[in-house]
């Protein structure tokens, strides 16, 4: 009989970023006018998580975040805490299928290296508020690559990639070795390229600036499992997928068959976070490639709609994916954040909260 899991993942588990209150939506935009400094800033980022920590401490979740507060955007403010990284103009227009507003690039223009802590303190003031596991997300090293390719990285810098991959993932190392030094056993490394490239028209995309989709998924695994290789063994490590989640809308489609056997095979983490929640991603028999030493989040419940899913529903979904893997491997969350960026995505406070104890309520009844 699957049991409650006194160890990340666990049975109801979310994403990491959650909806910004207005309060903090107000005092960035302060900010960015110059009318508050960033110690007030921070005091009011301070306050926000607090409050924060106690509502996920009352919904039963047993991963806490700091909801990702002190972010712009979840991948770029931890890439820009290296030397060397920047933010270009966005790529194309058409990223986000449904929004004006695309995201940046990541650009390199010059040697990477971690000189000083990037977000060290944002754990530990984290881990500081909750008697229970403290959760830390972090981009994965392929968002460095993937969206601009060598066209994003100085050729001055790095005439060689393979010197580009060692300089990451040797920032990585520094900067994921502080976090375990000051406690943080619950990692995250949100590597959404996988699941982008199962995207036909991405992979064709790929092709024409001179990329191959398959080799790029064993890159990118190889630098996930260096950026990671260091951590102590009781550091509790998962990889998030999913297929764009910028102010509710989307970036790929496709499900996870041409990438499952040789990235689920190859990261060295314990468990994948894996979009579940509409007919984007697929259906659950790439599941059974995932290897028996790893679990898998099942992120059925969507933070891009009001709409809250019926809880027969999901528990129906549970029992089809169970036919790939062992119930007793399965976990339970929304798809991805509310929040990946600071926009966030078109729902309430209340509906977060809705789909966040449905998720407790549904893991309680499946796994007891």
């Not at 060290?120 to 984290?126: A, E, G, I, K, Q």
Request: proline content about 5%; hydrophobic content about 40%.
């Amino acid at each position: 009989m699957p049991t409650k899991r006194q160890k990340p993942p666990f049975r109801a588990d979310h994403v990491g970023s959650l909806l910004r209150p207005a309060v903090l939506h107000e005092a960035r935009a302060k900010a960015a006018r110059g009318e508050i400094d960033a110690m007030a800033l921070r005091a009011v980022e301070d306050a926000a998580i607090r409050e924060v920590v106690t509502l996920q401490e009352s919904l039963g979740l047993q991963g806490i975040t700091d909801g990702e507060f002190r972010r712009t955007w979840w991948h770029f403010d931890f890439l820009s805490g290296f030397d060397g990284f920047e933010l270009g103009e966005p790529l194309d227009k058409g990223t986000f299928q449904g929004s004006e507003e695309q995201p940046p690039r990541a650009m390199i223009t010059g040697k990477l290296a971690r000189t000083k802590p990037v977000m060290v303190d944002h754990f530990s003031y984290l881990n500081g508020l909750t008697d229970r596991m403290a959760k830390f997300t972090v981009p994965g090293p392929s968002m460095a690559h993937f969206r601009a390719g060598r066209e994003g990285i100085s050729q001055a810098a790095y005439p060689d990639l393979a010197e580009f991959w060692a300089d990451l993932t040797a920032a990585y190392r520094v900067e994921l070795g502080d976090l375990a030094d000051q406690g943080c056993r619950y990692l995250q490394l949100d590597d959404i390229s996988y699941a982008y490239l199962c995207d036909d028209d991405i992979r064709a995309n790929l092709k024409s600036r001179g990329d191959d989709a398959d080799e790029l998924a064993l890159t990118y695994a190889q630098a996930l499992n260096d950026a990671i290789r260091d951590l102590p063994e009781d550091v509790s490590t998962t990889m998030h997928m999913c297929r764009g989640n910028f102010q509710s809308t989307w970036a790929a489609q496709g499900g996870y068959e041409p990438v499952a056997e040789r990235v689920f095979n190859t990261v060295n983490i314990d468990a994948l976070f894996m979009e579940y929640d509409s007919a984007r991603a697929g259906g659950f028999e790439p599941l059974r490639f995932v290897p028996k030493d790893k679990l898998v989040v099942l992120g059925l419940v969507t933070t891009k709609t009001p709409e809250l899913e019926a809880k027969d529903t999901l528990k129906r979904r549970i029992d089809e994916a169970a036919q790939y893997i062992d119930l007793d491997r399965l976990c339970l969350s929304p798809q991805c954040g509310f929040s990946s960026t600071h926009h966030g995505n078109k729902i309430t406070v209340e509906d977060e909260i809705a789909k966040l104890r449905l998720i407790v309520e549904v893991a309680d009844d499946v796994w007891g």
